[in-house]
């Protein structure tokens, strides 16, 4: 079974600081990869994903990931964060496999607080 | 229009009391799933239905049992409600080659 770990439980930041949150996975196969974020009180959004070809990955909002495959990691960046960016933010993997289940299996979740 | 929809989007009752959450998605997916997060935000899969079988079980209390009418449904019963059951739960459904799945925004159960 696959696993998911977010080293980083808590960051605070100051607006215009950049962001780096950590993601590794463990799963001895083919994967897809997410990040998704939670603001305050609302449901999941999804920020990018991962499939295969390019590993630098751009999504909403100015963020992008990285994946090395050689690290089994999927880290998410942003160069200049700003308030509204405080949320709760999530990776989550898939593996590419036989079979209908396609269960994401998400990490324990890093808290972005940027301070004005 | 709302991909994935949820009711009640909060829920709040006594401990022993039966309650129901609906999902509904209008994207044509085929497989359904049911998240709990936690109040540390984490979260966990407990059920996934494809075409209106249940495919993935974790290790979830008999309490909770999920119905899926038709592919488009995938409600979720919880009987005897205990405090422990507090939680947001998110339905979601996925499609396509690509796996990206769509949460529904939440239902905050509240159990007293």
């Known amino acids: 079974a696959q696993s998911v770990s977010q080293h980083n439980h808590h960051v605070i930041l100051s607006e215009a600081a950049s962001l780096e949150l950590g993601c590794n996975y463990s799963?001895?196969?083919?994967?897809?990869l997410f990040w998704y974020v939670q603001y305050p009180g609302q449901h999941l959004q999804l920020l990018l994903k991962?499939?295969?070809?390019?590993?630098l990955v751009k999504g909403i909002k100015g963020f992008e990931a990285e994946f090395i495959k050689s690290k089994f990691s999927f880290n998410l960046r942003k160069p200049s964060v700003q308030w509204s960016d405080t949320a709760e933010y999530f990776c989550?993997?898939?593996?590419?496999?036989?079979?209908?289940?396609?269960?994401?299996?998400f990490g324990s979740g890093t808290q972005l607080t940027v301070l004005p | 229009d709302t991909a994935v929809s949820q009711t009640p989007k909060y829920l709040v009752t006594q401990m022993g009391n039966d309650k129901s959450i609906k999902c509904e998605q209008n994207?044509?997916?085929?497989?359904m799933y049911w998240y709990k997060q936690d109040s540390k935000k984490f979260l966990k899969i407990m059920f996934s239905?494809?075409?209106?079988?249940?495919?993935i079980n974790e290790t979830v209390p008999n309490r909770f049992s999920p119905k899926s009418p038709d592919k488009a449904h995938l409600n979720l019963h919880i009987n005897s409600l205990e405090l422990g059951d507090s939680a947001v739960y998110f339905c979601?459904?996925?499609?396509?080659?690509?796996?990206?799945?769509?949460f529904g925004p939440g239902t905050r159960l509240t159990v007293l």
């Open positions: 991962y499939f295969s070809g390019d590993p």
């Open positions: 989550a993997v898939t593996p590419i496999s036989s079979g209908s289940a396609r269960q994401l299996t």
């Open positions: 239905y494809n075409n209106k079988e249940l495919i």
């Open positions: 799963y001895g196969g083919t994967v897809n």
């Open positions: 994207l044509g997916h085929d497989t």
């Open positions: 979601a459904s996925i499609g396509g080659f690509y796996n990206e799945q769509f």
